[in-house]
């Protein structure tokens, strides 16, 4: 069953989501070459302290961070280390999903340090492109998979790969809730959407191939098959008789 919120638990995904959001803008004053990965991560610990957010990964089967941080060819659950520095060149992913009051918000940001390769941008376009497409479509009377089929469609036709493996969820006194979101899929498929539903919609998309595999080594990175790059793009978002409410997005980024 997917929930359906009221008026009151909306509002402490806003608050949660417009902190979260908050969190992102710093953290791009914050990322620099040189710094390593389980710095960074060490930061966003202290900041959610300062924001009275709890974080939703730390301890979730084990997970011992409060962010994943995954770099290039990394395309998710990459687990902050002191032995990953960023260097100029790398594109540097940033997923964090914490609570306030009891509600959570998930949302992931791309950091470019110093010049980055032309497809790389592209590709962290193409998954904001895709994930304003999607959300198009979150409104009550359509369909879950009409959010997936858009998200979908932008990214083949701009002729990178949609990944399987991993998919967007339903969101709220959980991290993963009920439905799963797929990047892909059919129109007028899936299941009725209405008001007070509240997704996490994460396009995960790569330059190359779209096979993805665990490293056996940390049991959580995920690195394409293919060695090419990638993107992922995340917000937690209401469905609302007005139209999709992005919380996760602060002066619209
Ligand atoms: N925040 C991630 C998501 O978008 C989940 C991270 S799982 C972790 O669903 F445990 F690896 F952190
Ligand atoms: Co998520």
Redesign the pocket.
């Known amino acids: 069953m997917i929930a359906v919120r009221g008026r009151e638990a909306l509002q402490m995904m806003r608050g949660a989501g417009e902190r979260l959001g908050e969190l992102f803008l710093q953290l791009s004053e914050v990322v620099h070459p040189g710094m390593t990965t389980l710095e960074i991560d060490s930061w966003i610990q202290a900041e959610l302290r300062r924001k009275s957010m709890i974080s ?2 730390k301890g ?2 084990g ?1 011992r ?1 409060v ?2 941080i995954s770099l290039n060819d990394v395309l ?2 990459g687990v902050p280390s002191s032995r990953v520095v960023v260097k100029p060149g790398d594109i540097v992913k940033v ?3 914490a609570a306030w009051r009891g509600y959570c918000a ?1 949302a ?1 940001r791309t950091f470019f340090v110093g010049e980055v390769a032309s497809v790389g941008k592209r590709l962290a376009e193409v998954a904001e492109a895709s994930f304003n497409a999607g959300i198009k479509n979150a409104l009550p009377g359509k369909r879950l998979f009409d959010i997936s089929a858009a998200i979908q469609t932008t990214i083949e036709s701009s002729g990178f790969g949609v990944v399987r493996d991993f998919c ?2 339903g969101i709220g006194r959980h ?2 809730e009920e439905p799963e979101i797929p990047n892909y899929g059919k129109p007028g498929a899936g299941p009725l959407l209405k008001e007070g539903m509240t997704f ?1 919609i ?1 396009p995960m998309l790569t330059e190359g191939d779209f096979q993805v595999f665990v490293d056996a080594s940390d049991g ?1 990175s995920v690195f394409t098959k293919d060695g090419g790059l990638t993107a992922h793009y ?1 917000n937690t978002v209401l469905v609302t008789a007005n139209g999709p409410e992005v919380v996760t997005r602060v002066s619209g980024r």
């Open positions: 939703q990964t979730y089967h997970y961070h962010s994943c998710v659950h997923d964090i999903c998930d992931a967007g969820h991290m993963h996490a994460e959580w995340e």
